[in-house]
Nanobody
């Protein structure tokens, strides 16, 4: 099982980015998927989760700005990030929830 995260980049505060995480080698549609992030000098934190039935949850600091979604036909989970703030700057990781399977991370930098 492998996860590949991509879509990060440099964006100005108030802008948007969409992260993608492509899965291979697993029955993707049955997995609960999650996004995490790790800001410089901080611990990794949970951002959002989506179940196999597309029930979602988001950490309070991103609720209303970020949206997790999935496309089982493409074996891909997304994180749409709007109204980005400088404090959203971090490396973003996808994960199969409850497992040790992580993507390699994609860097999001939000400038003021």
């Amino acid at each position: 099982v492998q996860l590949q995260a991509y879509g990060g980049g440099l964006v100005q505060a108030g802008g948007s980015l969409r992260l993608s995480c492509a899965a291979s080698g697993s029955i993707f549609s049955t997995n609960v998927m999650a996004w995490y992030r790790q800001a410089p000098g901080k611990q990794r934190e949970w951002v959002a989760t989506i179940t196999s039935g597309s029930i979602t949850s988001h950490t309070p600091s991103v609720k209303g700005r970020f949206t997790i979604s999935r496309d089982n036909a493409k074996n891909t989970v997304y994180l749409q990030m709007n109204s980005l703030k400088t404090e959203d700057t971090a490396i973003y990781y996808c994960r199969i929830s409850g497992t040790s399977v992580w993507g390699q991370g994609t860097l999001v930098t939000v400038s003021s």
